[in-house]
């Protein structure tokens, strides 16, 4: 059966060559973003699938970026907590940190030391999910913090780049994937 608002999503997604590095096909959704009707459709499709999933998180997690952009409107739709995963020095102390590598070199996230609750549940969104690097990092700070992460999702997956085995068991949602 034909899917049109995915197609509608992956038509609005723009391929660039050679971005950021020779050889990379960057997979840019600015103009999903610039769409706002169809940004609310993403949203709104996205707390379908989360309900089909029977995952009923207490806190939404993004992590920057663009996890800022598709968490606060997910977790307004679901009427449930926002919190933010930042780079280093981003957030007033206390926080916990964690250092984990990217498909282009390395990085580290904090996450504010009272953001989650022992035993609360998440769910983990963001716009890409590639080597999986930037998910499995706010995975551990969750479970530093106690909580369960009931899942991931994202936007645009990129498959064969080890993600799904490096956040498993933890289940992934994807709306599109394209080959790395």
């Not at 663009?66 to 009427?79: D, H, Q, V, Y």
Request: proline letters at 8%.
């Amino acid at each position: 059966m034909r899917d049109t608002l995915l197609e509608s999503i992956s038509t609005s997604v723009r391929t660039v060559p050679d971005f950021p590095l020779e050889g990379i096909l960057f997979r840019d959704i600015t103009p999903l973003l610039s769409d706002y009707k169809l940004l609310s459709q993403t949203i709104e499709r996205i707390v379908h699938d989360m309900a089909n999933l029977h995952w009923d998180p207490d806190i939404i997690i993004g992590p920057e970026a663009r996890g800022f952009i598709f968490g606060p409107l997910l977790s307004t739709k679901l009427e449930k907590a926002f919190v933010p995963v930042r780079k280093p020095g981003k957030l007033p102390p206390p926080t916990l940190k964690i250092d984990y590598n990217l498909e282009y070199g390395s990085n580290s996230l904090e996450i504010h030391d009272d953001a989650i609750l022992p035993g609360q549940k998440v769910v983990i969104i963001d716009d890409l999910l590639a080597t999986g690097g930037t998910v499995s990092a706010c995975i551990e700070l969750c479970k530093q913090l106690g909580a369960e992460v009931i899942g991931t999702i994202f936007i645009i997956e990129l498959e064969g780049l080890g993600a799904r085995e490096l956040i498993h068991p933890i289940p992934i949602h994807s709306l599109l994937k394209y080959p790395a």
